[in-house]
């Protein structure tokens, strides 16, 4: 990988292991990340239990996983990135500062379907 900077967040897009090494990595190097898996649960070739622990162990490092959901929509919408990620219990809106402008303005909310 070849980075200038750390980008403030990122969404990784699949539980599988690669997506949740990344995850974890940048995690650590303190990125806010978010885990988006279609799937009702991670690593969906392992069983749901093994899931739950590694859930569990994201958790705990800071990281936000949505299963059983799917990213929706990638927008720019001036100098902010919005993110859709369709739950189970709604929709969740996140709107970031695009990356490639002024990083001083983040917000998150969850809007209802």
Do not use: Y
Not at 23 to 29: D, E, G, N, T, V
Not at 70 to 80: H, I, P, S
Not at 85 to 104: F, Q
């Amino acid at each position: 990988m070849d980075l200038a900077a750390l980008p403030e967040s990122m969404i990784v897009v699949g539980g599988n292991a690669v997506g949740l090494e990344q995850a974890l990595l940048f995690a650590r190097l303190g990125v806010k990340v978010t885990v988006v898996e279609a799937l009702g649960w991670l690593v969906p070739v392992e069983e749901p239990e093994a899931s739950a622990g590694i859930e569990a162990v994201f958790t705990d490092e800071g990281i936000t996983v949505h299963t059983g959901a799917q990213l929706t929509a990638v927008q720019r919408n001036g100098d902010r990135v919005v993110t859709t990620v369709r739950t189970d219990i709604g929709d969740h809106v996140d709107c970031r500062p695009d990356p490639d402008r002024d990083r001083s303005q983040a917000g998150h909310h969850r809007a209802q379907p």
